[in-house]
């Protein structure tokens, strides 16, 4: 299911963008050399200036993505804190919400100033609550949704907890209660690790639009993620990312980047892979490819451009 986000946030960061500029070294005089060396023979009358003018909004697109690529490791961190969050509830500790999520209407949101994410939850096993692929719509990160009216205790045996509730709420068999528990609970060790283990089989699908504007650049990156569980995200680490579209466009130059082929993956904590473009318009049409890499969790991109 591919939901389309109606709101947009600002892309291309401060930070990002100046730290992957830094290591690409997009940009530099050595790249601008490369460049002019690699489209000499389609560049026709373009001067130096107009040449860089052309192949500006390569380079915009190649920190748009990168600095996305990077922000996809959100669901990640969401997955980890969920498993933290209610190991402590379970234990008796008070907690909180993932900071920076917010829940509406069965879709959590994190926005910021590099990317915005929607993410829904799904069963990926049968429950009566539903079967396998039916959405969770509840907030599974309110204590309400599992047990109403719950209050949580440490017990006076050493790892034992006493929860009293008002009644089942409907996720309580996802704590592996079955559907109606009676009040009051008592979970031991096992018992909350248990839990825990069936709350990980919830499967995470997410939804990443980022919209980048520079003075005169725009890109629309739209990517989404399978579902996947809370299990395999937090062994595995990030999402597999599917490329939905991602274009830029220079309405001063009347230049269009589209993409040709999206071959990006993770692997492990590691991005790694390419994509290719055309940019058509400007001064003269051109093509190029872009290579991903991860360093110490920020992606790097590297440019090569080429003529059609």
């Known amino acids: 299911m591919i939901h389309k986000l109606t709101w947009k946030t600002w892309v291309l960061g401060a930070a990002l963008s100046l730290a992957a500029s830094g290591c690409n070294g997009l940009g530099s005089d ?63 500790v008070p907690s909180t919400e993932p900071v920076g999520w917010t829940f509406d209407e069965g879709t959590y949101r994190y926005g910021s100033d590099t990317a915005a994410i929607e993410m829904r939850v799904f069963l990926s096993e049968e429950f009566e609550y539903g079967p396998a692929g039916t959405q ?10 599992y047990l109403a009216g719950a209050v949580i ?16 709420g409907p996720l309580a068999e996802l704590l592996g209660l079955g559907a109606t528990p009676t009040s009051p609970l008592t979970l031991n060790e096992v018992d909350r690790e248990q839990a825990l283990e069936l709350l990980s089989t919830l499967a995470l699908e997410t939804d990443y639009v980022a919209y980048g504007v520079t003075k005169s650049t725009t890109v629309d990156y739209h990517a989404v993620s399978p579902p996947s569980t809370i299990a395999s995200i937090s062994q595995d680490g990030p999402l597999p990312v599917e ?49 991903f890499r991860d360093e110490f969790g920020l992606v790097i991109a590297e440019r090569e451009l080429y003529c059609l």
Do not use: H
């Open 136 to 145: 969770v719509t509840e907030n599974i990160l309110a204590l309400d949704s």
């Open 243 to 291: 490329i939905v579209e991602v274009n830029a466009t220079r309405d001063l130059f009347d230049q269009v980047l589209s993409t040709v082929s999206w071959e990006v993956e993770r692997k492990g904590a590691d991005v790694d892979g390419y994509t290719t473009f055309t940019v058509s318009g400007g001064y003269f049409p051109y093509g190029g490819r872009i290579d």
């Open 30 to 92: 050595a790249e601008k050399q490369d460049q002019a060396e690699q489209l000499a023979a389609c560049r026709g009358n373009a001067t130096d200036e107009e040449l860089q003018e052309n192949i500006l909004i390569t380079e915009e697109y190649a920190l748009g993505v990168a600095a996305d690529l990077t922000y996809s490791w959100q669901p990640v961190l969401f997955a980890l804190d969920f498993m933290f969050l209610w190991a402590q509830t379970l234990g008796a």
């Open 153 to 168: 205790e440490a017990g006076t045996d050493a790892g034992t907890v006493t929860i009293t509730f008002d009644e089942p």
